[in-house]
């Protein structure tokens, strides 16, 4: 006998996975907050009568986004006023970032900021997402902050606090707590959980890098770090140690399958191999290497040695859409190769190979026994959708306003799109109450 409770969404397309091709009039059967069935709209009518069915004509069914790489604090430095824009990697850090931005955000600022990022993922798609918060003055219990706020919304998230010592022994040292705090807390039940973080090499010293790698092996989660995102960090590793940034980790005992290396964008050859033959997963952030003038990472060199990779907005730009689209031309103009970075290759890292790059299973496909996390995308595209161009129409037409509802673990969190039991008015006014903080001289 059919179980029974089940809501059938019928939408005109279904992109079920990127090595699937996309199938028309199809759709999934949501039982229990996970996908039960996914066949033809018609099939699913015959064998589920008796369920709830959302008819969603001219809409593309597809799985929710995955985020691998977020600052949601970040949303409160968008337009802040400067004098000049930093002219370097270096000096984006030592005359911006950390002072303008990190070493003011308090609880306040995170509570306003994550708020808003929650609504803002849902309005594009996204339903999972990877953040990394550095914040000195908000510890403690600032990530437990972000995990209610966030439950809350029930968005699924991994959340960390990057924990460095340029601050001093103290602050790094509550960094590694905080991290632990939330940790504690995993459960395979909850939305959010924890995992080990760290800034990089050139703020962090060898034993700090290991006994974070050792807490990360302790409580089996995955450890971050920053890596080589402008050329300052693999020319510090070779001045300060003879060697690069992953030369350095892999030294270290870190190198392998538990390290999640963000950025990544300027390696040698020996970098990459080192990163492939150890299976070192790593996320890409194509638009905001280009805002803060880091480069273009290698890709499609990775992608060739098997990597896994996940794409990131790194709270620049969160619309998946966009970050998408940038990762799928900009690499075409690195290479002179139209033929680089297939669409399908994209819109894979923004769901199911982000999903498992962050250790996540059941996640970013629409298969049974999956969760259901999804998205309903408007199907009117500019030419004709065909099953051999559709997933290309996806990236290259569409963005966040033409999400329609999205729904995560068989809830639906937006609807029509109006982000469900939020108002956003208030939530933007509070971040702009907060934003103006943070500008002042005061902080």
């Known amino acids: 006998m059919p179980s029974k409770g089940g809501l059938v969404i019928q939408p005109d397309w279904l992109i079920s996975e990127s090595s699937e091709t996309p199938k028309e009039n199809w759709g999934v059967r949501v039982c229990d907050g996970k996908i039960h069935t996914v066949a033809p709209n018609k099939e699913l009518e015959t064998k589920f009568p008796e369920d709830e069915v959302v008819l969603a004509e001219g809409q593309v069914l597809m799985p929710g986004f995955v985020n691998g790489h977020v600052h949601m604090y970040g949303v409160l430095a968008h337009g802040i006023p400067l004098e000049s824009a930093p002219s370097d990697f270096w000096s984006f850090l ?15 600022m995170i509570s306003a900021a994550t708020d808003w990022i ?36 029930g968005l699924r998230a991994l959340l960390s606090f990057e924990a460095n010592e340029r601050s001093g022994h103290e602050i790094a040292q509550r960094g590694l707590d905080e991290n632990i705090r939330l940790i504690e807390t995993n459960n395979s039940e909850n939305l959010v959980a924890g995992f080990m973080s760290v800034h990089t090499t050139f703020t962090c010293s060898d034993d700090f890098l290991r006994k974070a790698f050792e807490l990360a092996e302790e409580n089996n989660v995955l450890f971050h770090a920053h890596c080589n995102e402008g050329v300052y960090e693999g020319e510090w590793c070779e001045k300060a140690y003879g060697h690069r940034t992953f030369e350095h980790y892999e030294k270290l005992g870190i190198n392998g399958s538990r390290f999640l290396a963000s950025q990544c964008v300027h390696l040698s050859e020996r970098e990459i191999e080192l990163i492939s033959s ?4 790593c996320v890409h952030m194509p638009l905001s290497n280009c805002e803060v003038g880091g480069g273009i990472a290698p890709i499609p060199e990775l992608l060739e040695q098997g990597v896994a990779i996940s794409l990131g907005s790194d709270g620049y730009i969160n619309d998946m859409f966009e970050v998408m689209r940038g990762a799928f031309l900009i690499h075409k103009a690195r290479l002179q190769n139209p033929q680089t970075m297939k669409a399908e290759q994209v819109f894979e890292m923004a769901t199911l190979a982000g999903a498992k790059t962050l250790g996540l299973e059941n996640i970013g496909a629409l298969k049974s026994g999956f969760t259901a996390d999804l998205q ?4 009117n595209f500019p030419t004709p959708s065909s099953k051999e161009n559709l997933i290309e129409q996806v990236i290259l037409h569409r963005s966040g306003h033409h999400v329609d509802s999205v729904m995560i673990a068989g809830e639906w969190r937006l609807k029509n799109g109006e982000v469900l039991g939020i108002d956003l ?7 702009h109450i907060q934003a103006k903080r943070l500008w002042s001289e005061n902080g």
């Open 94 to 108: 030592e005359k911006f970032w950390w002072p303008l931005v990190e070493d003011r955000i308090d609880h306040k």
């Open 118 to 153: 929650c609504s803002e993922m849902l309005l594009t798609g996204t339903t999972t997402f990877c953040d990394v918060l550095e914040a000195p003055k908000s510890l403690p219990e600032s990530l437990l902050l972000e995990k209610e706020i966030i439950e809350s919304r």
């Open 278 to 281: 150890a299976g070192t997963r």
């Open 376 to 379: 309903l995308v408007n199907a």
């Open 425 to 431: 008015e208030e939530q933007r006014e509070a971040l």
